[in-house]
């Protein structure tokens, strides 16, 4: 189906990628045979030069931009680094990141912290006192926009509308949607658009950040470290991802589905542009992981 909305984004989900799904049977609540898709994960090997940083579940798209945006927000690649080589090796399941300049992460991969991300998400605790060298951009973020944006974003073809068990992140710019990524874990989501950004030579200052998932302190991290400055999410918010929003300067706007939302950082950016009364609430068909709770 044509639909206009669906050209302004460069990468979006492709639910038809028979890698990324797998038909599975088994007997619903009557006992009745049913077949259903479910969402396939792998494991991914990253290595950064000769040494080897972590290894990834990940559902296996865009392994390139994955293993970047992941060296990019545990502070191991710098934004000024020159990549020579991304390599990408389908049958061994591993990526190999090569830079000019000369890494050894021993120390700092012995202080990891698991964070509240699923699927395995780290932090390190340099990236926390990072944030207070980064001013983010003053930009807005009209009303108007937001509620394109979720319309668009909810109706666009998705593995979580195929098979589920997964989350989104959406880099925008204004009212238009750019590039959608997925995984089973929501930070995994993220580095996917860190990874394209860098690639492509993206700067976040006049994007919108929106992810399906909570707004986690490891969420906020990320967004502020890609330079974007409000972050906007269906789901709802811990205490120190807010403390560290308001901290940073961040929009952080969650609870998002149709006409509702509620701003609890960087209120001042936002533009009350739209008459609400022209806003449809959320249809059933579109109502995605989080409509009946801070998933």
């Known amino acids: 189906m044509n639909n206009p909305a669906l050209e302004t984004y460069r990468v979006r989900p492709d639910p038809g990628d028979p890698r990324l799904t797998r038909r599975v049977t088994g007997v619903d609540q009557t006992g009745a045979k049913v ?4 969402t396939v994960e792998r494991a991914l090997g990253l290595y950064l030069n000769a040494q080897e940083i972590v290894t990834i579940m990940t559902i296996g798209d865009y392994p390139e931009y994955l293993a970047l945006g992941y060296l990019l927000n545990q502070n191991m690649l710098r934004a000024d680094d020159v990549v020579t080589e991304v390599e990408y090796d389908d049958d061994l399941e591993v990526v190999v990141v090569r830079t000019e300049r000369g890494t050894d992460y ?9 964070t509240s991300g699923c ?31 979720t319309r668009v974003i909810n109706a666009t073809p998705s593995l979580y509308l195929e098979a589920g068990a997964i989350h989104g992140c959406v880099l925008c710019r204004e009212d238009r949607p750019l590039v959608y990524m997925e995984d089973v874990g929501r930070h995994n989501a993220v580095d996917k658009v860190a990874g394209w950004m860098f690639r492509h030579g993206e700067t976040g200052a006049d994007k919108i950040f929106y992810t399906t998932g909570r707004l986690t302190s490891e ?5 502020v470290r890609m330079g974007i400055p409000i972050l ?8 120190w991802g807010v403390e560290l929003a308001r901290k940073a300067g961040l929009t952080l706007v969650g609870r998002a589905r149709g006409k509702r939302f509620v701003a609890l950082s960087g209120e001042d950016r936002i533009v009350f ?16 992981k989080g409509a009946d709770g801070d998933d």
């Open 35 to 38: 077949e259903t898709a479910v």
């Open 219 to 223: 969420m906020v991290i990320k967004t």
């Open 273 to 288: 542009d739209q008459d609400l009364a022209h806003v449809e609430e959320e249809a059933a068909r579109h109502r995605r």
């Open 119 to 149: 699927a395995q998400g780290t932090a390190f605790g340099d990236l926390v006192e990072a944030l207070d060298d980064i001013v983010l951009p003053r930009a807005a973020l009209r009303t108007s926009w937001l509620y394109r944006l």
């Open 106 to 114: 021993e120390d700092k991969l012995r202080k990891r912290t698991l």
């Open 232 to 239: 906007v999410s269906r789901s709802g918010f811990t205490a």
